[in-house]
């Protein structure tokens, strides 16, 4: 079983920063990627960054240049520092990690959502 712990969310005023966390714990073989979505109220979930094992970045066009994704790969965490917050930016944001859990075992996990708000 693998759980991913989300923490750092909160209120954040327009223009402001936040960074959010989140780590990977339990049966783990491997990490391929790790990053982070989000869901504002009424919308679909997408995409925000993700970064792979190799050191490959994907970004969404809307947080391109405000936003940078990172991971310890020791930890088994990854980080999303937020800056230049939107009110836009308002959403559940949601861990995501793709994880072999034996050489031949692999699934994709999620963790809770930890909620980011911009208001001034």
């Known amino acids: 079983q693998v759980q991913l712990v989300e923490s750092g969310g909160g209120l954040g005023e327009p223009g402001g920063s936040l960074r959010l966390s989140c780590a990977a714990s339990?049966?783990?073989?491997?990490?391929?990627?790790m990053g982070w979505y989000r869901q504002a109220p009424g919308k679909q979930r997408e995409l925000v960054a993700t970064?792979?094992?190799?050191?490959?970045?994907n970004y969404a066009d809307s947080v391109k240049g405000r936003v940078t994704v990172s991971r310890d790969n020791a930890k088994n965490t990854v980080y999303l520092q937020m800056n230049s917050l939107k009110p836009k930016d308002t959403a559940v944001y949601y861990c995501?990690?793709?994880?072999?859990?034996?050489?031949?075992?692999?699934?994709?996990?999620w963790g809770q959502g930890t909620q980011v708000t911009v208001s001034s």
């Open positions: 995501n990690a793709y994880i072999y859990t034996t050489p031949l075992s692999h699934d994709v996990y």
């Open positions: 970064v792979n094992s190799g050191g490959a970045y």
């Open positions: 339990g049966s783990i073989f491997r990490v391929i990627a």
